[in-house]
């Protein structure tokens, strides 16, 4: 590879724990006697997702950033559920931080974990950050039948592997749809993202066909009945350009989600898409930081 790839600022160490029978792996960072800190990665991502933040935080941190079961080196077989990402974190925050109240940072379906996490084991999270994640946009009630059959019917043709001739060529693909994101950040995840086919053509580490939306969560009034059991501060982190099809394109549900999460603890980080812990990972490390010390958040 000729070109100039991101070089991380700190290493990380990879961890194995047997997690509800499946071989996790837990990626970390920094020295044992410091805070802890857990990072969350969303949907079709890996803990390397996180490099980038973690070179730009300032303070000593242990860092704990697992990859999700079936994402990344994280391998399972069968469907994933949102209820089985609720029970993976529980467990693996008793084997990793045993008996202590954590700091919580997540993105997108890491975030949305971490938050319905926080209202059912309020005591086990000490802070609460959540990264562009505010639930699920539900669905229309006329359409729900639609969606059902059309979900039944999504699991008779999985769908294949995505092909690549090499890592300059997903590199492409991140930045295709992430204009914000530079050619040596996206050659770093491209390369810690991917793996190779027995073929020798290169694909993602994460199965696209493994991702179930159902059963779970479906209305923004059970996602605001678990959230009304958080008693950790709580950060929400938008980015300043919604996500098309999420709940922050829906402004009636975003107002009616925003009305139940405390002004203060919302922000819009400037310049950023979905993927703000790439797009402005300097900022938003100064942003967390001083939520996590207490010191209040940049507006």
């Known amino acids: 590879m000729d070109e100039e790839i991101y070089q991380p600022l700190k290493h990380s160490r990879e961890l194995r724990h047997e997690i509800r029978g499946v071989n996790y792996l837990v990626r970390t960072w920094g020295p ?79 975030g949305n974990v971490a938050s319905v996490y926080a209202g059912l084991r309020s005591d086990r999270v000490r802070h609460l950050v959540s990264l562009d ?32 001739h090499s890592t300059e060529q997903m590199a492409q693909r991140l930045c295709s749809a992430n204009p914000r994101l530079s050619r040596d950040k996206a050659l770093y995840l491209a390369l810690n993202l991917s793996r190779p086919l027995a073929d020798g053509a290169l694909t993602w580490q994460f199965a696209v066909d493994r991702w179930r939306s159902m059963p779970t969560l479906h209305t923004l009034g059970e996602w605001i009945a678990c959230w009304r059991g958080i008693t950790a501060p709580k950060l929400w982190i938008a980015a300043a350009d919604p996500l098309p099809g999420s709940l922050r394109s829906d402004p009636q549900a975003f107002e009616f989600m925003c009305a139940h999460i405390a002004p203060e603890s919302l922000i819009f980080l400037p310049d950023t898409g979905h993927n703000l812990h790439h797009d402005a990972p300097l900022p938003l490390a100064e942003v967390i930081e001083r939520f996590l010390r207490g010191d209040g958040c940049a507006r």
């Open 32 to 110: 044992d006697s410091a805070r802890p800190l857990v990072l969350l990665h969303g949907t079709r991502d890996t803990s390397h997702t996180f490099q980038f933040l973690v070179d730009a935080l300032k303070d000593d941190w242990r860092i704990f950033a697992p990859d999700w079961r079936g994402h990344g080196q994280t391998l399972c077989a069968g469907h994933n559920w949102f209820h089985d990402y609720l029970a993976d974190l529980d467990v693996l925050l008793d084997v990793l931080l045993p008996g202590q109240r954590v700091d919580l940072v997540g993105h997108s379906l890491g």
């Open 133 to 164: 994640a505010f639930g699920i946009l539900p669905p229309n009630q006329a359409e729900f039948p639609k969606l059902l059959s059309s979900w039944l019917r999504s699991d008779r043709s999985p769908r294949p592997h995505p092909r690549y």
